[in-house]
């Protein structure tokens, strides 16, 4: 597709849920993020695959969160239990080329999760 | 750390008036900056990056290492400007990827 896709736009899980977000990045894209923006604020870095492994995942902001991309193409974050404090939007972003200069992040339209 | 600080939550300017939008850095490190922009209702997207150099929509940012800042000027704002501006670092070019984004301005331009 012509940009990263993320579903669903909207999601309303009651405490306790789990929840599974879905990311489509730009074909191609060897670099995938993860992120989490809270009301207000900027987005929070949560974690990164190149291709398919995880190189950093110390954003994870508890045991509960759990990303994958198996096969280095779409990815998904999970969220077990859900909490409250975990509502926020949860962004997608890719990048071309792994530590290249300059290179930047495209971003989907975000999850907003709602937890109730 | 890596630290990106934007101190202006809100900013508001009248239409064809100057605008700066301040944004620093802590890195120490070489720094690749960005200004990320998100209209109403429109995803983040790459507004510009210092190592272009270039104007975007008439924006300009110039890095200066010795304040550590990378301020977004323009010197006549737009009603069509109006958007939460983010200034973003990204680090660590040769072991991964990561980007720090500031807490964001949002930007008014009063017609």
């Known amino acids: 597709g012509a940009g990263v896709s993320q579903s669903p736009r909207y999601k309303v899980a009651k405490r306790g849920q789990d929840v599974a977000l879905r990311c489509d990045p730009i074909?191609?894209?060897?670099?995938l993020f993860w992120y989490q923006q809270a009301l207000g604020q900027g987005p929070e870095f949560l974690t990164y695959?190149?291709?398919?492994?995880?190189?950093?995942k110390s954003g994870l902001p508890s045991d509960r969160f759990f990303a994958e991309r198996p096969e280095g193409s779409v990815s998904t974050l999970k969220i077990q239990r859900t909490q409250q404090e975990d509502s926020a939007v949860y962004l997608c972003?890719?990048?071309?080329?792994?530590?290249?200069?300059?290179?930047?992040?495209?971003f989907g339209n975000g999850t907003r999760l709602t937890v109730t | 750390a890596q630290r990106v600080t934007q101190p202006e939550k809100l900013l508001s300017v009248f239409k064809g008036a100057p605008v700066e939008l301040k944004c620093n850095y802590s890195?120490?490190?070489?720094?690749?900056l960005f200004w990320y922009v998100q209209y109403s209702r429109q995803r983040l997207q790459l507004l510009l990056r210092?190592?272009s150099r270039e104007s975007i929509k008439g924006f300009t940012a110039d890095l200066n290492k010795g304040e550590t800042s990378f301020h977004l000027k323009k010197p006549f704002a737009q009603e069509e400007d109006s958007a939460m501006y983010y200034c973003?670092?990204?680090?660590?070019?040769?072991?991964?990827?990561?980007?720090?984004f500031g807490t964001g301005t949002s930007l008014t331009v009063i017609p």
């Open positions: 972003a890719s990048s071309r080329l792994q530590g290249s200069v300059g290179s930047p992040l495209h």
């Open positions: 074909s191609g894209h060897v670099s």
């Open positions: 695959f190149q291709n398919e492994a995880q190189l950093d």
């Open positions: 890195y120490s490190g070489s720094p690749e």
């Open positions: 210092h190592i």
């Open positions: 973003a670092l990204k680090w660590g070019a040769n072991t991964g990827n990561q980007f720090y």
